[in-house]
């Protein structure tokens, strides 16, 4: 049990910190502050500052978050406020510490005005002689909170709403790029890892079992099906169904081997799969086995699954043909990780986080705020219209959009439960 929920929490985390890293760095790509980039949420474990953003692990390994600067954050500091302003050698502002009660470098100063948004610039008092100053503040200065946390200051144009439409659109659209890759990545690994090959729907033999009828008959690796006793296969589905299509007695096989056709006769075993008998012959079929088939097998799957998770969502959102048991939340997904981690089935594990890593960046980019493609619809809307909605509308869209969200979570989730 505990293997399972650890399985289970490491790997959705990691996928929720793979779409918050492609947030991160396009982010930074573009122009935009990075105020904080978090692994985890709750209190933090470890923190670190670097080149202006402020880095955390936290308690709980749920995923993780990435604060941008906007003109929504709240100012650093207040009039009034007692500072130690560091200098450099221009007499320009570089750090703003807080910490007034405890030993430090700087100049004791208290602020008067300021303007850290646009002028950036900071006039007050200095302590030492009561004279009033007015200072020019760095783009890259900072501000030493009161638990020394640093916080660097946000300039205009460091706002996410300052840069234009498509550097927006690159920075929400990462995420799921990210989440994309990571499933790109799971897919190709398990292509050129499988022993089988990848799968293919075409009547290829890709391996044959020893001493087992295929081989026995003389069928060999690369043969193609062309034909079990007079019907005519062109597909994986078809040779299943035309080796089950008689019960008993032997079976001939026609196959393609060297532009040549050979048939072979053979007796198929049976094997009871639940209440049917399933003929087989020892061979696998339908899967391709060199280099390159499996280098682009792992593209084909995250393409296909990608493809037939967009349906999936578009049905759901414009049919609303579903029903809850046809949904599962975390608790199925858990049960899930259960049943493969318990078989130690490396395979099927990456098949499900795969998929899943393919489903969050689907989700995310639902035209619904605060999802990415949320966000994406708002910068939209102040592109087409060459202006943007007023704050407390975008604030409400938000919270509603998160409150649907929620009620859809705590909806499946409870019918995981009761399931």
Do not use: C
Request: aromatic share 8%; charged share 15%; proline share 3%.
């Amino acid at each position: 049990m505990f293997t399972t929920i650890f399985i289970y929490i490491f790997m959705f985390g990691l996928l929720v910190e793979f779409h918050e890293l492609g947030h991160y760095r396009s982010a930074k790509r573009n122009g935009v502050l990075v105020r904080e980039f978090s692994i985890g949420y709750g209190p933090k474990l470890l923190s670190w500052y670097k080149h202006g953003t402020a880095y955390a692990v936290r308690l709980l390994p749920i995923g993780g978050f990435v604060r941008l600067a906007s003109a929504n954050d709240e100012s650093p500091i207040q009039a009034g406020q007692i500072l130690r302003l560091v200098l450099n050698d221009k007499g320009e502002v570089t750090v703003l510490d807080t910490r007034v009660d405890q030993l430090g470098e700087g100049l004791a100063f208290q602020v008067d005005q300021y303007d850290l948004t646009d002028d950036l610039k900071i006039s007050g008092y200095r302590l030492a002689d009561n004279q009033y100053l007015t200072l020019h503040v760095l783009h890259s200065a900072y501000v030493i909170q009161k638990d020394g946390q640093r916080f660097q200051i946000a300039p205009r144009d460091t706002w996410r709403q300052s840069v234009g439409f498509w550097r927006r659109f690159r920075i929400n659209i990462a995420g799921p790029m990210m989440n994309l890759l990571f499933a790109l990545l799971a897919f190709t690994v398990l292509s050129l890892t499988n022993p089988n090959g990848i799968s293919s729907n075409r009547p290829i033999i890709s391996s044959v079992d020893n001493g087992q009828p295929a081989q026995k008959a003389g069928l060999k690796v690369g043969d193609t099906i062309k034909s079990i006793d007079g019907d005519k296969v062109s597909s994986t589905n078809e040779v299943t169904a035309a080796l089950n299509k008689h019960s008993y007695g032997s079976t001939t096989i026609v196959v393609e081997r060297n532009k040549k056709n050979y048939s072979f006769t053979l007796l198929p075993t049976t094997e009871k799969v639940g209440n049917i008998n399933k003929r087989q012959i020892g061979a696998n079929v339908g899967f391709k086995t060199n280099f390159s088939d499996r280098l682009t097998g792992g593209i084909r799957i995250t393409v296909h699954n990608t493809v037939a998770s967009i349906v999936v969502v578009y049905e759901l959102l414009t049919h609303w043909t579903f029903g809850l048991n046809q949904v599962g939340g975390t608790i199925s997904i858990a049960n899930a990780t259960s049943d493969v981690a318990t078989n130690l089935s490396v395979f099927k594990l990456a098949q499900i986080f795969g998929n899943i890593s393919i489903t969050i960046a689907i989700l995310s980019l639902v035209p619904l705020p605060p999802l990415d493609g949320g966000k994406i619809l708002l910068d939209l809307w102040s592109k087409i219209f060459r202006r943007s909605l007023p704050q407390v509308t975008e604030n409400i869209i938000n919270i509603l959009g998160a409150g649907v969200i929620l009620t859809v979570l705590i909806a499946v989730t409870t019918n995981d439960l009761l399931r």
